[in-house]
């Protein structure tokens, strides 16, 4: 077998593997080659294993799933089908259920026609980096007498009150003796995963609810909806009189919110709200807060102020999670709305979040607009430059273009400079306090990286 430890990774980015449905790396013959390696690797002991796999709504869902799922059979594992659900469903389900591994089938945010898979262990958190080298050179191995003989093969059933659980689960994280009634709420689901159990849990929980984007016809999952696409919450919000906007993405692992008068609430004030409501309360744990080099400036000052320190890590959820638990800190998330609650999940979930911004209105009695911007934000721009052939990072050109941008902003703002973990773009991400300096800034690096691209 190949040494892992001294390969980069291939096919696995910053949140699984993810692709065009259909074309490598997102093909049945790939899929079904990460359920039998995934499955080998997981399968430790002589108890009968189990892998919980779930989906979003997307058409391509099937045909992953399937693949999957012929996979982990021949791997000699059990496979739980628990149908269309929210990623951290697929976490909490994974620990509860005792199995071995969880995987989700999902592009999160992107368009229908991509997919990816995610991955998380039996402790319900997502695979390191270096568990998925492992599962990757197994995936390159000869597994002639390595899968299961015919009488070990495995048996796939479904689980029926999969969404009940998950239900139950995200009420369980609203404070006790609080309820929802009298509020309005208006809950945009993308035509994703939480069309279901998001609606259904704010209705039990006592609130008028108004769906949006929850009429899945496995084409328009995230199609002008949902977290990427607030407009028609916005509008919806101020159309209906509502008391509150809240648009999940197509897995609901991220959350943005909308206030009473349309206006969009980002990752960074919710961070915020939330680690401010918890300190309050005693309940904020080693008071740091965990979120990414995207946060912004003003967060951290806010931060500050309450006592609290911002610990930064680089984008992606995963390596929020991985510092949170290296810290013991219990509240972490992105700008882009994913909320990491630790108390109560072990992955991003973004009803879990809304529930909790929920909770600072019900208690307050105030309205979100009011509740949920707790800081001024520093100016800040990104705009995303696409690529084509190697990435131009590391360049001399961008180097030299990072250096006079540092320079320029002179301890003043930041640049954040990076890859996209899932397209072919560069990030440009500047923030000051002069809004003329970031456009300048940002102006100059975007030019050189696609003067960089084309040379």
Known sequence: MS?????????????????TANTPPMTVEVAQRLGQAAGLHFTRGTHRHRVVLGKDTRLSGYMIECALVSGFLSAGMEVTLVGPLPTPAIAMLTRSLRADLGVMISASHNPFGDNGIKLFGPDGFKLSDEVESKIESLMEDDLTGKLAPPD?????SRLNDAAGRYIENAKASFPRGYRLDGLKIVVDC??????RVAPTALWELGAEVIRLGCEPDGLNINDGCGSTHPQKLCQAVVENNADIGIALDGDADRVI??????????????????????????????????ATVMSNMGLERFLKEQGITLQRTAV?????????????ANVGGEQSGHMILSDY???????????????????????????????????????????????????AALEDAKKWAEDRLSGK???????????????????????????????????????????
């Open 3 to 19: 040494d892992s430890r001294s390969k980069p990774r291939k096919l696995f980015g910053t949140d699984g593997i993810r692709g």
């Open 413 to 455: 703002g930041r640049l954040v400079l990076r890859a996209s973990g899932t397209e072919p773009l560069i990030r440009v991400m500047v923030e000051a306090e002069d809004s003329a300096l970031v456009e300048e800034v940002v102006e100059y690096v975007c030019e050189a990286v696609r003067r960089a691209t084309q040379d």
């Open 190 to 195: 993308a035509n994703g995963s939480a069309y």
């Open 257 to 290: 919110i909308s206030d009473e008068q349309g206006q969009l609430v980002d990752g960074d004030q919710i961070l915020g709200l939330i680690a401010r409501f918890l300190r309050q309360r005693g309940r904020l744990q080693t008071d740091n807060v965990i």
């Open 152 to 156: 070990q093969i495995g048996r796939a």
């Open 345 to 395: 999940a072990t992955t991003g979930d973004g009803l879990m979040a809304a529930l909790q911004v929920l909770a600072v209105i019900v208690e307050t009695q105030r309205p979100a607009s009011e509740v949920c911007r707790v800081f001024q934000p520093y100016p800040q721009l990104l705009r995303n430059v696409r690529f084509q052939g190697t990435n131009p990072l590391g360049s």
């Open 316 to 328: 992606g959820d995963r390596y929020v999670v991985e510092r949170m638990r290296e810290l013991g």
